[in-house]
Structures are given as C-alpha cells and as structure tokens.
C-alpha cells in the first residue's frame, strides 16, 4: 500500500487522529553470494531491497500492545508485562519478541497500536523475518529513547544483534547475524561486504554496468524452524570439533583456509559432514573472490562465482531441492544471464540472477513459462532496487 493509503488503513481500524502517527520502516535483503557461512563466522554479502515492513503506529497509555496485519485477519493483543509469554502464537511473535528482547536490554515498552504492511514476500527467502524484527526494533527503541531524554540515534547495529536473539531465544530458529544487519544497515546503491565473526563490514557500490537483479520466487515456501536448517548447524558444528583436533586455535569454520582444509580433511570420518565443511569453507572463498571480481567490475567473473555457489548449496550443502533447481536451470538457458543462485536457507524461496538489460524480458517471460510446466507452480518475478536499512519516515 501506499503510505497515504496506510495511514487511512490505521485510522479505519484504531480510530483517532492522524496527528500522533508514527511511521517506521526496515528491508528485506537478497543475499548475493556467502550463503550459509554466517554462522559459520564466515563472509556474506547481502543488499537490502526496496521491499520492506512499515509499521504505522500509535503509542498507548495502558501497557497494551495491538498489532495487525494489513494481509491478515483478527488483531493479536498483548500486555505488555507479560512478554514472555507469547511464544508460539504464531503471527505477532517476531514483534513481541524483539519488545521482550528489548526490555531485557533496559528499553522502555510501552504500549501501542501497529499495522504492520509487508512487501517482502513471506517464506522466500528474502527475510520478510529480519524486516519486521528490525522496524520494530527501531520504533520500540525510538520510543525508549525519548522517553528518557536520549538524544543520541539508535544504535542500528545494535537492533539487529538484539533482533537476532530474538529469533533464536524466542521464535526457537538459530539464525545467523546477515539478515538483520542488512535489514539495519543497508544503504541504497550498495551491497554490505560483511565478516559475520566479528561484525566488521564494508559499503561496497553494486554497480552492474548493463545489468540489473532479478529475484525469482518458485513460491514454495521455506519455514526455517521446520526445516533442516538446524541440523545444518549441528553438522557444520561437528565437523568443526573434528578439525579442531589439528587446528585448536581454530574457533569457526570459516577461520579454515581451502588449502588448510584440504590437508586437515582426512580428519573428518563421514562424507556427509565433509561435503557440509567443505560447501562452508570455499563459499567462504568465493565471497571474498567475488568482492573483488566487483570493485574491479568484472561483472562475469561475478556471475560464475554466483554459479559456482548454488551448485555448492546443491551438491554438498544439499539445501536446494527440486524447485530451486528448476529455477537455476532455466535461468542458466537464457543468454544474457550472467549469474544465477538460490538466495536463503533454502528448501523453497527465491533465486537471484543477474541479467544483461536487453534479456530480462525474455527472462521473465521464458523462466515463468518452463518452471511452471515442469512445478505446476506459477512463480513471480522481482527486478529489484537496492534500498535503504530501517529508519523512521517523517510524515
């Protein structure tokens, strides 16, 4: 909806005025390259999106949370003492999670009424999750400031490691950092060059030359708690513990060179777990390698990279399946198709792919058409802007 629209949305449901709105906003992000390294200590390089969560709000003076989805029925309602005791509940638990989280760090809830608008697809792979955790992280800790005269901004880094923790203690999914960093700190124009260990990072220009982005959603969704997502852990956290008997000093995957892996891999007794260590360690790699194929503008370089990488997640990481797959395959038909990945955890949502300009319609119109003869899903195309981390919009 458009922001006017919202507004009118808001007032339809919560009555009032206009007068003492507020509006918050954070993006979803796509994943270039680096997928499953972040909790690995390893490289990522995610762009945040122009698709993003609003949040209209309004605060209140009885210690009552109302929330409501502009895409969904009914109105979750929560008091606002009682914050720990809303896991489970379904929609709503991202956000009281992220408010109990918050309290537990000194911030101030209060009360309030929120409509909550998201363009990030649902289940795709985009972190429509990492949206509505960090708009409301921000519109909580605004709030929480000025309430007690803190002047300074918010600490936007911040929100994101408070809504990681939120995801992992409250809604029970073990999630890496990348998402809600570049949820928090996006920049239009650029993509974050981001060591997910120590949360050093860099703003580099995304700058595609003849090119554009194309997110492809296979629209079978992924739900990450109920996925392998968490047995991917504890495999990478396995073969981990195995190498470490050689390289002690070693404290994540990601701190292991190729070349350090390669003579340390008889170690590690199972195949299963070495194609998980060994997807972690050249991902790690191709990361770094396709930063710099970038700021050298070496935009195929780039696309091989971003191949390279899905076959990883297929073949050793195995997290792609059939859809995915199809995806990736008809994409790679097209001429003019430079790169294409699967984006995510997988098992379902989205691929990126960069695409010469004068290709995307062919690409659209020729992708849609083979994956849903060989799925019987219709997907939906995104060509996509970079966007700006969460902020409030001044109305």
């Not at 972190?127 to 000025?146: D, G, K, P, Q, R």
């Not at 399946?321 to 990945?341: N, P, Q, S, W, Y």
């Not at 690409?363 to 700006?388: L, R």
Request: glycine share 10%.
């Amino acid at each position: 909806m458009e922001l006017k629209q919202l507004i009118d949305e808001f007032t339809s449901i919560f009555g009032g005025s206009k007068d003492d709105i507020r509006v918050f906003a954070s993006p979803g992000r796509v994943n270039l390259i680096g997928e499953h390294t972040d909790y690995n200590g390893g490289c990522v390089f995610p762009a945040a999106l122009d698709l993003k969560t609003t949040i209209v709000m309004r605060k209140r003076d009885d210690g009552v949370l109302r929330l409501k989805a502009t895409d969904l029925d009914g109105i979750v309602e929560a008091d606002i003492t009682m914050l720990d005791s809303y896991k489970g509940i379904g929609w709503g638990e991202y956000q009281l999670g992220v408010a109990y989280m918050l309290s537990r760090f000194g911030y101030d809830i209060c009360g309030a009424d929120m409509l909550y608008d998201d363009t990030v697809p649902h289940g795709g792979g985009l972190s429509s999750s990492a949206a509505i955790e960090v708009s409301t992280a921000l519109c909580f800790a605004t709030l929480s400031n000025e309430k007690n005269g803190i002047t300074k901004s918010v600490d936007m880094i911040q929100m994101a490691k408070i809504s990681q923790l939120a995801e992992h203690e409250y809604a029970g999914v073990n999630c890496g950092i990348m998402d809600q960093f570049a949820s928090a700190m996006g920049k239009r124009g650029h993509a974050i060059f981001l060591n997910c260990k120590n949360l050093d990072y860099k703003l580099v220009p995304l700058e595609l030359g003849e090119c554009k982005i194309i997110i492809s959603n296979t629209c079978k969704k992924h739900a990450l708690g109920a996925s392998k997502y968490n047995e991917r852990r504890n495999e990478c956290e396995r073969g981990l513990e195995l190498l470490q008997a050689a390289m002690p000093q070693k404290t994540c995957l990601c701190d292991i060179t190729e070349a350090e892996y390669k003579a340390h891999a008889h170690l590690i007794d199972d195949e299963t777990t070495a194609k998980r260590v060994r997807h972690v360690i050249g991902e790690n790699a191709r990361v770094r390698s396709a930063v710099e194929a970038l700021s050298i503008g070496d935009i195929e370089a780039f696309g091989a990279l971003m191949n390279a990488s899905h076959d990883s997640l297929c073949h050793d990481y195995e997290v792609t399946g059939f859809e995915l797959d199809t995806m990736v395959d008809e994409a790679r038909k097209i001429d003019g198709v430079l790169g294409t990945r699967m984006t995510g955890a997988g098992f379902g949502g989205c691929t990126v792919s960069i695409v010469k300009n004068d290709a995307v319609r062919t690409f659209i119109a020729e992708v849609g058409k083979n994956y849903e003869a060989a799925t019987g899903i219709k997907p939906s195309f995104y060509v996509t802007e970079t966007g700006d981390g969460g902020k409030e919009i001044k109305l």
